[in-house]
């Protein structure tokens, strides 16, 4: 089942924060997080993994809730380099193990300046 | 390092032709898939390589739909009798081993490819 992302699109100033959330109706294992620019290839964020911390990586960071099968990305202090689409990942499958992701629609951020 | 490579970047077509849309994973990645990409939509999987055989192959949509991956490296998608619906973004991806949940998936540029 292909996860639910949320919102559809955010339009922020530069230096505001945001947060993006991913949301499954299956158990997660880990959570894959993407940001793609227009005409370009998604560009690799984190892994999120089950039982594992909160990531981070530069100004953006993400958690991951085991219970309620979601994770959340933040991004604080936004800069224009920052826009884009933002996709979430998850296994297709819960047994593990490498196999292709189920992706979300995507959420789309405009950074302004 | 050099990273993920798709070629053609575009290509147009005719309905009912053949394409070959070719992918050259990260060297030394064993793990190798493709996706494909419609407009406002995310990535869409369709199968995955490990080393030379398709591991899963359950979201190529139709038996139209082909990929060979002959040496272990370079991976060939094939579609046969193109139909307009099949336009879109197809994306390779590569990660250095398979059987460990936490690998990434490195993604090349795609390649557009349009059915008039």
């Known amino acids: 089942q292909q996860p639910v992302q949320s919102p559809q699109a955010v339009i922020l100033r530069e230096g505001e924060d945001a947060v993006i959330n991913c949301s499954s109706s299956?158990?997660?294992?880990?959570v894959h997080w993407y940001r793609q620019k227009h005409g370009e290839a998604p560009v690799f964020l984190m892994i999120l993994l089950k039982g594992g911390e909160q990531k981070g990586h530069e100004k953006i960071s993400a958690s991951f809730n085991e219970k309620k099968q979601q994770s959340s990305l933040y991004l604080t202090a936004s800069q224009l380099s920052y826009s884009g689409t933002y996709f979430c990942g998850t296994e297709r499958y819960s047994g593990g193990g490498a196999d292709g992701l189920t992706f979300g629609k995507g959420t789309h951020l405009i950074i302004q300046p | 390092g050099a990273g993920v490579s798709q070629t053609p970047s575009n290509k147009v077509t005719e309905k009912g032709k053949y394409v070959e849309l070719r992918c050259d994973p990260i060297s030394g990645h064993t793990a190798l898939y493709w996706y494909r990409q419609s407009l406002g939509q995310g990535p869409e999987f369709l199968i995955y390589f490990q080393g030379t055989g398709a591991a899963d192959d359950s979201g190529l949509p139709n038996d139209r739909f082909f990929a060979v991956r002959p040496e272990g490296s370079v991976s060939t998608l094939k579609i046969q009798r193109t139909e307009r619906g099949d336009s879109a973004v197809y994306l390779c991806a590569s990660s250095l081993t398979s059987g460990a949940r936490q690998e990434t998936q490195y993604f090349g540029p795609g390649t557009r490819l349009l059915v008039l």
């Open positions: 299956k158990a997660l294992y880990s």
